[in-house]
Every structure is written in structure tokens, then in C-alpha cells.
């Protein structure tokens, strides 16, 4: 049977810079908290916490005095670096480059938007931890709307400006720039496509990497809302295609009659891992 990763899965660059930075740490320090988890994926966060990263909610946050925290990624609202320098909290911030610009463009929108009444727009998923924190940069005034059937949100009267949470599909963001503007009225309406091409631009790859093989092992976390757009792709290309988080997911039937398996991921799924699926079909062990 035929065997083969993705070469191109695996963490993205924001993500990867964010895992070696607390694995540095860890090595100095032996403990370290991290606001939210690091990654969305089960097996590389319990990995972390097996070297002493500890995984905090924001609740827990807003209790901490004298203490480091590492910022994940996805980015914070301006109130968690509020709370740090009125508590003695040293920030490690792992904030994705890309994210951050993101970040300082929304701000700087709402900011000179306020005469004029403009709406920020951002085309993302609720309660998205990246999107929480681009919300927070307006104040908490942003938009979120997730297709287009939310348009009736936005006040097509007044100017919008449409952002896009770094990880959503370009197909869809250019689906709702064109419903938006044909509802749009005299009101200025700007299009700011923020998606981040090194996730955006594994969709052909990755839809390329499905046809090419019998069966394909999609590996990475429930809360990934990556693996869940891209893992959609391997499904449209290849409805043998399985969602798997772990080697204890795998099922023996699924390989009768099989003669290749591709493995791949999602932007927050470890090289690690997908390594650890392909050793465990070449040792026969399922």
C-alpha cells in the first residue's frame, strides 16, 4: 500500500513561531501559562502541557498578578494588555505578523470612520478567538457576520468596510463582497481582502493531493475551523476522505481494498503528527 504526506500540511508559519517560542521558554523556565491554547490541535497542546505549558482561560487571565503569559497567534483585544500593564503581567507575544497588521488596519478604520458612522465588517467566525480579538480593536462596535444571509446586520445606508479573519476561504469573502455590493447603496463601500494567501493558497494542493489517492486521512483538531474548511475540500475531491485527530481513530475497514492513503492536515496540525499516522500504517499496527 502506498503511503504518502502532504508536503505541504502542516503548521503555518504564525503558529510554528508561536510553538517554538514557548518550547524556548519551557526549556529555560520549566512552566508557562498560555492564554487559550496554543494551537488548535488536542495532541501538540497535551504534548505542550506534558512540558509544562499551562493552558489558561480568560477568566483565569483577569485574576493573574506578577506572572508571564504567552500570547498565542491569534491575537488579543486591547483590554488583555490593558490588564497586563496594570498587573504585572510580562506578555510573551506570539501574535501572528500577519494578524497583528490586521489588527492596526481595523483599528485605524474605526477610528477615522466614527465622523462618517462607517461599520467595520469582518467576515469571520463568531467567538473565533483571532476574531475577538479584531473585534476588540473597535471597541467591541465591529460586525461578524459568517455568509451572506447576515447582510441584514449591516446598515447599507452608512459607508462599510469589509475585513476578513485571516483563515476564511477567499471563495466565500469574494461571495460576500459582491452580495454586499450589489445591496450597497450611495454609501462608500471598501473591500479589504486580509486573508492570509499561505492558508488560502493550500486549497489547490490540497484539492490536487485528494484526487491522487484512494484514501485520504485528514488529520487535525475539532476546534480547528482550518481543518474544518479544508477537510471540507479533501470531502468534495475525495468522499473517502476520513477526519481523524488521533491514531486511536483509525479503523481497520477503512483500508480494505485500499492500495494508496494520503495524509494530510490542517494549518495547526504538527508535521509531528502526520508522521506518527504514516509509521503507524507502515508498522500494520490498527
Known amino acids: 500500500m502506498i503511503i504518502a504526506i502532504d508536503h505541504n500540511s502542516g503548521f503555518c508559519f504564525g503558529v510554528d513561531a508561536a510553538v517554538k517560542k514557548a518550547e524556548e521558554i519551557l526549556q529555560r523556565d520549566g512552566s508557562l501559562y498560555c492564554l487559550g491554547d496554543i494551537?488548535?490541535?488536542?495532541?501538540?497542546?497535551?504534548?505542550l502541557y506534558q512540558i509544562g505549558l499551562q493552558t489558561i482561560d480568560h477568566d483565569q487571565y483577569f485574576t493573574l498578578k506578577d506572572a508571564t503569559v504567552l500570547l498565542r497567534a491569534h491575537g488579543e483585544p486591547p483590554s488583555t494588555y490593558e490588564y497586563a500593564r496594570l498587573n504585572n503581567i510580562h506578555l510573551i507575544d506570539a501574535t501572528c505578523p500577519?494578524?497583528?497588521?490586521?489588527?492596526?488596519?481595523?483599528?485605524?478604520?474605526?477610528?477615522?470612520?466614527?465622523?462618517?458612522?462607517?461599520?467595520?465588517?469582518?467576515?469571520?467566525?463568531?467567538?473565533?478567538a483571532e476574531?475577538?480579538?479584531?473585534?476588540g480593536q473597535t471597541d467591541g462596535d465591529a460586525i461578524v457576520i459568517e455568509n451572506p444571509e447576515e447582510i441584514s446586520k449591516i446598515d447599507l445606508s452608512l459607508p462599510v468596510e469589509l475585513y476578513a479573519q485571516t483563515t476564511k476561504d477567499l471563495e466565500g469573502f469574494h461571495q460576500l463582497s459582491l452580495e454586499l455590493k450589489k445591496g450597497a447603496n450611495q454609501a462608500p463601500f471598501k473591500v479589504h481582502d486580509t486573508i492570509c494567501r499561505q492558508v488560502s493558497n493550500r486549497i489547490p494542493g490540497i484539492r490536487d493531493f485528494a484526487s491522487r489517492y484512494s484514501l485520504i486521512l485528514f488529520v487535525s483538531g475539532h476546534q480547528s475551523s482550518n481543518g474544518k474548511m479544508l477537510f471540507g475540500i479533501c470531502k468534495s475531491v475525495n468522499p473517502n476522505s476520513k477526519f481523524v485527530t488521533s491514531t486511536e481513530d483509525l479503523r481497520k475497514e477503512w483500508f480494505d481494498g485500499i492500495?494508496?492513503?494520503g495524509i494530510c492536515g490542517a494549518?495547526?496540525?504538527?508535521?509531528?503528527?502526520?508522521?506518527?499516522f504514516a509509521d503507524t500504517l507502515r508498522q500494520g499496527i490498527i
Do not use: C, F, M, W
Not at 476574531?131 to 473585534?135: D, F, I, M, R
Open 98 to 128: 500577519i494578524v497583528l497588521k490586521l489588527q492596526q488596519r481595523i483599528r485605524k478604520s474605526h477610528e477615522a470612520g466614527k465622523d462618517s458612522k462607517s461599520q467595520v465588517v469582518i467576515y469571520g467566525k463568531k467567538g473565533h
Open 259 to 261: 492500495d494508496s492513503v
Open 39 to 47: 494551537v488548535h490541535n488536542e495532541a501538540e497542546v497535551n504534548r
Open 267 to 276: 494549518t495547526s496540525t504538527p508535521k509531528t503528527l502526520l508522521e506518527k
Open 131 to 135: 476574531v475577538n480579538g479584531l473585534v
